[in-house]
């Protein structure tokens, strides 16, 4: 989506200007925004974890600045920028906490690094800190799906499931910066429920993420159902939710009936944050939505998830509520980063 994501000139932006920057496990996007959420440039570097935080935050800093200097700006065109980082974190001290599947002990530890201030210093900006699937979140409330809505939930469906929520203008980050994991809502309270990659059971991302996907079809693999997918596999294709999604639309019963499950683990989902917060909008985003709004199948996908709200949500709210796609694709992390900055700033929707 990027790629064909329309950049602004720098003359034509609308200032104050941002940088936001999305920090992910494998690539670091980074874009300046203007004061209404247009991009006017954007480039990605990677993340390079296993070098540790000083040298991703280095590298981190000169694409800021390369972004700057991309956009045809000067270091003093621009008022903050915004972090968005993987969690767990503290968002008051600046500072990640134990990362998963990244080194905590020794010198070069990723667990209490101070990426915010560290940031500050390599880029010469104040920086905005903020968790990546909330800022996400901020980005569609601000200029995607949600423009529209006063109150917006974002699932953001990847390797995990992130959640931002948003009421009135405000991230709910909680009083621990642990608000809005609804990755981690129990939908099993079973003895046998599925184990959740933060180490707990039962978790919504032990079933709908799209490891708990590929988890779950090698399952129904081993119990030896009949499923173009094995051939596929035999071949030498990887087993990914993009694979499942292909054999689906290719007419294969098993790949969806994966979809179709994941759709109603999802649904339970949604229901619980309906009933927790009743937003104008839940909306879904990330890698995971089998295509979206633009194929059959995704919007089998939304179709199923909707049944499943009306299954078990308060009838006036699974009537109300809108539930659909979001529409920033993988832009929608740097651009709510520098919409947390705007709002720094001292800005309002
Ligand atoms: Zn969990």
Redesign the pocket.
Known sequence: MSDKRQLISAEGAQTPLFVGVDLGATNIKVGVVDDLGRPVSWLSVPTKVEKGPDDTTRRMGQAVKSAIAEANLQLSDIARVGLGSPGPMDIPSGILLKPANLKNEGEDAWNRFPIRDRLAEECGLPVAFVNDADAAAYGEYWVGSGRDYDSMVLFTLGTGIGCGIIVAEKLISGAHSHGAEC??IIIDQNDDARM???G?TG?L??YASALAVIARTKELLALGRETSLSMRIAEGVKLTPKLIAEEADGGDQLSLEIVMDTARHMGVGVVSLMHTIDPDCVMLGGAMTFGGSKSELGRRFLARIKEEVQARAFPELAQRTIIDFATLGGDAGFIGSAGIARLQHGAAK
């Open positions: 990755g981690h959740c990659g933060c707990k978790h991302e032990a």
